[in-house]
């Protein structure tokens, strides 16, 4: 047998069981399996009629009266078009990255496509979704799929792609924004941003800046510097130690009377700087934890091919540590993006905040709390386990945990 068959993984056929030997292999293995999954049958049959009749007599009035206010918030009527550009810019993005990566980004891709898909030909009155929404939706579908073909030719290169997704992102911002002294397109203040379109903004801002600066802190707290290393770990420990919703009132109320009169900052941007630098001091412990987990034989081996230390840490350090520690890293993310809401504390009207507008500014739905609470908490569930599975995904790519 060759060295090449010899360093391959040999991996145990799959056994393809009965349904009867599955069952009884993971389920009714033991006696206390057995108990366990008679008591969980139990529930299941018990609390699932009585979960659809709730859904079926549940008061969904706040959500389809005016569903687009828990996407955009209050931005203005006329400018929803900017949205829709915006929109259509991430939907070619994450079809260019399937078509060019595949893989974790496949996931995203075809979470848009079956979300577009879904609201396009959602069950509800042309009042609630109008026939122009219906069929934006639906060219966003051939928007992902142009750019999955496009990202399939010699044009799908990464770093391309990469950098063709920061010009989007920044497109984005500005889009949404506006331009001072524009008519084609006036600025529209943050405080008419709002909804889901605010949460993932926020979370998409933090999660950008947030990891190079956590690698930066990590690398720090680990420097021979002791300047560097001191003002890492204070500022790691420091941010740890506090939860973000302090954070967040000392951005939003302190951090003003500290400033200039003629210096202030938008209190969407003091959000953003709050939960960046707070999802950072996390984010430097878990690449600290994998810097900690690579051997000190990876270091003499760079060494050995004449390599420094900056190129030592860049080409063969950094990439080991940040696959060891990839599920932690996309769980922080995940945190991030569920933090989001806590910017209903500070008065911006996230998508939380939106619902509960919606349901005390009418007397006939203040009892509808529950269904706004599950409204919001599916969308979240979709994009979480979106980040979820492409983690998987990712981690089998690149074998973790296996070699």
């Given at each position: 047998?060759?060295?090449?068959?010899?360093?391959?993984?040999?991996?145990?056929?799959?056994?393809?069981?009965?349904?009867?030997?599955?069952?009884?292999?993971?389920?009714?293995?033991?006696?206390?399996?057995?108990?366990?999954?008679?008591?969980?049958?139990?529930?299941?049959?018990?609390?699932?009629?009585?979960?659809?009749?709730?859904?079926?007599?549940?008061?969904?009035?706040?959500?389809?009266?005016?569903?687009?206010?828990?996407?955009?918030?209050?931005?203005?009527?006329?400018?929803?078009?900017?949205?829709?550009?915006?929109?259509?810019?991430?939907?070619?993005?994450?079809g260019l990255s399937?078509?060019?990566?595949?893989?974790?980004?496949?996931?995203?891709?075809?979470?848009?496509?079956?979300?577009?898909?879904?609201?396009?030909?959602?069950?509800?009155?042309?009042?609630?979704?109008?026939?122009?929404?219906?069929?934006?939706?639906?060219?966003?579908?051939?928007?992902?799929?142009?750019?999955?073909?496009?990202?399939?030719?010699?044009?799908?290169?990464?770093?391309?792609?990469?950098?063709?997704?920061?010009?989007?992102?920044?497109?984005?911002?500005?889009?949404?924004?506006?331009?001072?002294?524009?008519?084609?397109?006036?600025?529209?203040?943050?405080?008419?941003?709002?909804?889901?379109?605010?949460?993932?903004?926020?979370?998409?801002?933090?999660?950008?800046?947030?990891?190079?600066?956590?690698?930066?802190?990590?690398?720090?707290?680990?420097?021979?510097?002791?300047?560097?290393?001191?003002?890492?770990?204070?500022?790691?420990?420091?941010?740890?130690?506090?939860?973000?919703?302090?954070?967040?009132?000392?951005?939003?109320?302190?951090?003003?009377?500290?400033?200039?009169?003629?210096?202030?900052?938008?209190?969407?941007?003091?959000?953003?700087?709050?939960?960046?630098?707070?999802?950072?001091?996390?984010?430097?412990?878990?690449?600290?934890?994998?810097?900690?987990?690579?051997?000190?034989?990876?270091?003499?081996?760079?060494?050995?091919?004449?390599?420094n230390g900056p190129?030592?840490?860049?080409?063969?350090?950094?990439?080991?540590?940040?696959?060891?520690?990839i599920p932690a890293?996309?769980?922080?993310?995940?945190?991030?993006?569920?933090?989001?809401?806590?910017?209903?504390?500070?008065?911006?009207?996230?998508?939380?905040?939106?619902?509960?507008?919606?349901?005390?500014?009418?007397?006939?739905?203040?009892?509808?709390?529950?269904?706004?609470?599950?409204?919001?908490?599916?969308?979240?569930?979709?994009?979480?386990?979106?980040?979820?599975?492409?983690?998987?995904?990712?981690?089998?790519?690149?074998?973790?945990?296996?070699?």
């Amino acid at each position: 047998m060759s060295s090449t068959g010899l360093a391959q993984e040999i991996e145990r056929p799959v056994q393809q069981l009965r349904p009867v030997a599955w069952l009884r292999k993971n389920l009714f293995n033991s006696w206390y399996n057995a108990i366990l999954t008679i008591l969980a049958l139990w529930l299941l049959l018990t609390s699932i009629p009585a979960l659809i009749n709730w859904l079926l007599a549940a008061n969904w009035a706040p959500i389809l009266t005016t569903p687009i206010l828990y996407f955009v918030g209050q931005y203005p009527a006329s400018e929803l078009w900017r949205v829709g550009v915006s929109l259509a810019l991430v939907s070619f993005s994450f079809g260019l990255s399937w078509g060019t990566w595949g893989g974790p980004t496949r996931t995203f891709a075809l979470a848009l496509m079956a979300g577009y898909a879904l609201i396009a030909v959602l069950p509800v009155s042309l009042e609630t979704i109008s026939l122009n929404a219906r069929l934006f939706m639906a060219a966003n579908i051939v928007v992902v799929m142009g750019g999955f073909a496009l990202g399939q030719t010699r044009l799908g290169k990464a770093r391309w792609v990469l950098g063709l997704g920061i010009i989007s992102f920044i497109i984005i911002i500005v889009l949404l924004r506006g331009f001072e002294d524009s008519s084609a397109i006036p600025v529209v203040q943050t405080t008419r941003w709002g909804g889901l379109m605010l949460n993932l903004l926020v979370a998409a801002v933090g999660i950008v800046a947030s990891f190079p600066l956590g690698l930066l802190l990590a690398l720090g707290r680990r420097s021979d510097l002791p300047v560097v290393k001191l003002f890492s770990t204070l500022f790691i420990e420091l941010v740890r130690g506090v939860p973000l919703i302090t954070i967040l009132f000392m951005g939003s109320l302190i951090l003003p009377l500290f400033l200039p009169e003629q210096i202030r900052i938008d209190r969407v941007v003091r959000a953003m700087i709050g939960i960046t630098l707070f999802s950072a001091a996390y984010m430097a412990e878990n690449v600290r934890g994998g810097l900690q987990a690579i051997p000190e034989g990876q270091y003499d081996a760079a060494r050995a091919i004449g390599l420094n230390g900056p190129l030592t840490t860049l080409l063969i350090i950094l990439p080991q540590a940040l696959r060891l520690v990839i599920p932690a890293i996309v769980g922080q993310f995940i945190s991030l993006f569920k933090d989001t809401t806590l910017l209903i504390i500070v008065g911006i009207n996230e998508i939380l905040g939106i619902g509960k507008s919606i349901v005390q500014g009418n007397p006939e739905w203040i009892t509808a709390h529950m269904e706004v609470y599950v409204f919001v908490a599916l969308l979240f569930w979709v994009f979480t386990y979106a980040m979820s599975y492409s983690s998987r995904r990712l981690e089998r790519a690149l074998g973790v945990g296996k070699r």
